[in-house]
């Protein structure tokens, strides 16, 4: 009890006394969640509106694909990631491995299957009735779509939402492909596990509240956004 | 049903405006790096010379000195070694002397350095169940296996693991079953599991006195003797065997590692906070 408020001080004092690494550490995290949620949005939501409105062969065996990759043990991203940026792999002249882009593929490999399957659900649920009465009414195709996601934006913050829960609870594939190298790739959850296995207990509870402060923060907002009530 | 052209076009659209991204990026990364652009070297090494704090006082002088970007990967030292070998780190800091023999063998590895040593140090539990008193390593090894009482190891082929496997060789015993816990993990962490279920392990002492005030189910059983010297040695991966290796800058690590300004460095850090030091020079 008393080291959870020991870690509650020092996470309060790290933010007062503006910690310049903690900040560091909290803005990397940051911007590699958002890039990578940002890449999964870009493709999942579009690919998860074609799978859910389009009918058409091998579309079973994606939407297969993609609800196993729902569940794909970050590990097991981090390890494929890993062996793709080796100086030995496909791409290791790129030399990418220990780079926040590797940690930033990591996450998308495990947040878009969970954006574009999400995303996907949502739009087979649109009653068939309703496009015709769309087409009936002789919507552009571009108003077409832009009405549908009027229809499901609920669903689709909701996927975007459980992407980022996905991508800023990462800790295993960013530490496989980032190495957690200090002022390069060390994020809020691999310096949680470093500070644990050094002892640093006080300061890892530190962290852990940085880091549950940041998503609450974040997820909120979308929370609002989804709840907002529609403007026309 | 909306055409899949449209759709694709979308899509397409998509895939562009992410390459765009790609690309900033990147750029973002550049600029915060672009001082006088320094070059990247991947240091393999083991989790003590990391969680220790001894590379937080080495490296910042060494990137001042000669304008690198140094990439610490803390693993174990069998791990840091098959990155040695694979040619993914172009310089290893390691201490399990007979295996850091084969890479130099098969010319993975060259320009191999003495660079420091501590000793390694038996702990276990306060109430002792095995009753183990400061007699000699192998003795005490024995006496364990025989009282059944729990044992901690690493397990993850790190230098301090293949030391315990090293013991349980030399007094022919084959470590098993229940009272054998092997963890798979760093140092840190398994001694806190041997803290946490009453069980002797084999650690460093870097390691040790860093965490010591976290274990207040252990205390050191057997320590001293020539037996438990953890020897630490650098050295570069072989350039002629893998073609993306920085050797240039691998060099000059080994170098600076060895020259005597460091080693003072080395000797004196941790006195502060331990009042000993944590590694002692060893030059050859």
């Given at each position: 009890?008393?080291?959870?408020i020991?870690?509650?001080?020092?996470?309060?004092?790290?933010?007062?006394?503006?910690?310049?690494?903690?900040?560091?550490?909290?803005?990397?995290?940051?911007?590699?969640?958002?890039?990578?949620?940002?890449?999964?949005?870009?493709?999942?939501?579009?690919?998860?509106?074609?799978?859910?409105?389009?009918?058409?062969?091998?579309?079973?065996?994606?939407?297969?694909?993609?609800?196993?990759?729902?569940g794909?043990?970050?590990?097991?991203?981090?390890?494929?990631?890993?062996?793709?940026?080796?100086?030995?792999?496909?791409l290791?002249?790129?030399?990418?491995?220990?780079?926040?882009?590797?940690?930033?593929?990591?996450?998308?490999?495990?947040?878009?299957?969970?954006?574009?399957?999400?995303?996907?659900?949502?739009?087979?649920?649109?009653?068939?009735?309703?496009?015709?009465?769309?087409?009936?009414?002789?919507?552009?195709?571009?108003?077409?779509?832009?009405?549908?996601?009027?229809?499901?934006?609920?669903?689709?913050?909701?996927?975007?939402?459980?992407?980022f829960?996905?991508?800023?609870?990462?800790?295993?594939?960013?530490?496989?492909?980032?190495?957690?190298?200090?002022?390069?790739?060390?994020?809020?959850?691999?310096?949680?596990?470093?500070?644990?296995?050094?002892?640093?207990?006080?300061?890892?509870?530190?962290?852990?509240?940085?880091?549950?402060?940041?998503?609450?923060?974040?997820?909120?907002?979308?929370?609002?956004?989804?709840?907002?009530?529609?403007?026309? | 049903?909306?055409?899949?052209?449209?759709?694709?076009?979308?899509?397409?659209?998509?895939?562009?405006?992410?390459?765009?991204?790609?690309?900033?990026?990147?750029?973002?990364?550049?600029?915060?790096?672009?001082?006088?652009?320094p070059?990247?070297?991947?240091?393999?090494?083991?989790?003590?010379?990391?969680?220790?704090?001894?590379?937080?006082v080495?490296?910042?002088?060494?990137?001042?000195?000669?304008?690198v970007?140094?990439?610490?990967?803390?693993?174990?030292?069998?791990?840091?070694?098959?990155?040695?070998t694979?040619?993914?780190?172009?310089?290893?800091?390691?201490?399990?002397?007979?295996?850091?023999?084969?890479?130099?063998?098969?010319?993975?590895?060259?320009?191999?350095?003495r660079?420091?040593?501590n000793?390694?140090?038996?702990?276990?539990?306060?109430?002792?169940?095995?009753?183990?008193?400061?007699?000699?390593?192998?003795?005490?090894?024995?006496?364990?296996?025989?009282?059944?009482?729990?044992?901690?190891?690493?397990?993850?082929?790190?230098?301090?693991?293949?030391?315990?496997?090293?013991?349980?060789?030399?007094?022919?015993?084959?470590?098993?079953?229940?009272?054998?816990?092997?963890?798979?993990?760093?140092?840190?962490?398994?001694?806190?599991?041997?803290?946490?279920?009453?069980?002797?392990?084999?650690?460093?002492?870097?390691?040790?006195?860093?965490q010591?005030?976290?274990?207040?189910?252990?205390?050191?059983?057997?320590?001293?003797?020539?037996?438990?010297?953890?020897?630490?040695?650098?050295?570069?991966?072989?350039?002629?065997?893998?073609?993306?290796?920085?050797?240039?800058?691998?060099?000059?690590?080994?170098?600076?590692?060895?020259?005597?300004?460091?080693q003072?460095?080395?000797?004196?850090?941790?006195?502060?906070?331990?009042?000993?030091?944590?590694?002692?020079?060893?030059?050859?």
């Open positions: 009890m008393e080291l959870i020991d870690g509650f001080r020092k996470a309060i004092e790290m933010i007062l006394t503006g910690d310049r690494e903690i900040f560091e550490i909290t803005w990397l995290t940051l911007r590699v969640c958002f890039m990578a949620i940002f890449i999964s949005s870009l493709i999942g939501l579009p690919l998860g509106m074609l799978l859910g409105l389009t009918r058409f062969k091998g579309r079973k065996i994606i939407l297969t694909f993609i609800n196993i990759g729902m794909l043990p970050p590990v097991v991203a981090g390890l494929w990631i890993s062996m793709l940026l080796w100086r030995s792999g496909p290791g002249h790129l030399q990418l491995l220990y780079s926040p882009t590797a940690i930033v593929m990591a996450q998308v490999l495990v947040s878009l299957p969970i954006v574009t399957g999400l995303t996907s659900s949502a739009f087979q649920q649109i009653n068939e009735k309703m496009l015709l009465q769309i087409k009936a009414l002789g919507a552009t195709k571009i108003q077409t779509i832009l009405i549908l996601l009027k229809q499901t934006k609920i669903a689709i913050v909701a996927s975007v939402m459980a992407g829960g996905r991508v800023i609870a990462e800790v295993g594939a960013a530490m496989m492909v980032g190495g957690n190298i200090q002022g390069d790739t060390r994020i809020l959850t691999t310096s949680i596990v470093m500070e644990v296995s050094k002892g640093n207990f006080d300061v890892a509870l530190a962290i852990s509240f940085i880091l549950l402060t940041v998503a609450l923060l974040i997820t909120a907002a979308l929370t609002l956004l989804q709840q907002r009530k529609r403007v026309s | 049903m909306l055409s899949k052209r449209l759709l694709a076009t979308l899509f397409v659209f998509m895939l562009l405006f992410l390459a765009a991204c790609g690309t900033t990026n990147t750029d973002q990364a550049d600029a915060k790096e672009k001082k006088a652009e070059t990247d070297l991947i240091l393999a090494t083991t989790t003590s010379t990391q969680d220790s704090g001894l590379l937080n080495l490296l910042p002088i060494f990137e001042e000195e000669n304008n970007k140094v990439k610490t990967i803390a693993v174990g030292t069998g791990q840091a070694l098959e990155m040695g694979k040619g993914e780190a172009d310089v290893l800091l390691v201490h399990a002397p007979k295996s850091e023999e084969e890479l130099v063998t098969s010319g993975d590895a060259i320009n191999r350095k660079v420091m040593y000793d390694f140090i038996l702990v276990g539990p306060k109430d002792n169940p095995a009753s183990v008193n400061g007699e000699d390593i192998n003795a005490a090894f024995k006496t364990i296996s025989e009282s059944k009482a729990n044992f901690v190891t690493r397990g993850d082929d790190s230098g301090t693991h293949k030391k315990e496997l090293g013991i349980w060789t030399a007094v022919n015993i084959q470590p098993a079953g229940d009272t054998y816990i092997s963890t798979g993990q760093g140092m840190g962490a398994s001694l806190q599991i041997a803290n946490e279920k009453n069980g002797y392990i084999l650690t460093d002492r870097a390691t040790w006195l860093a010591e005030k976290n274990l207040t189910n252990l205390q050191i059983v057997v320590e001293g003797g020539k037996d438990l010297k953890n020897i630490y040695h650098v050295m570069q991966v072989n350039p002629e065997k893998h073609d993306m290796v920085n050797s240039k800058d691998a060099e000059k690590f080994v170098d600076f590692m060895v020259s005597s300004e460091t003072d460095v080395i000797e004196s850090f941790g006195k502060k906070d331990y009042g000993q030091s944590l590694f002692f020079k060893y030059t050859e």
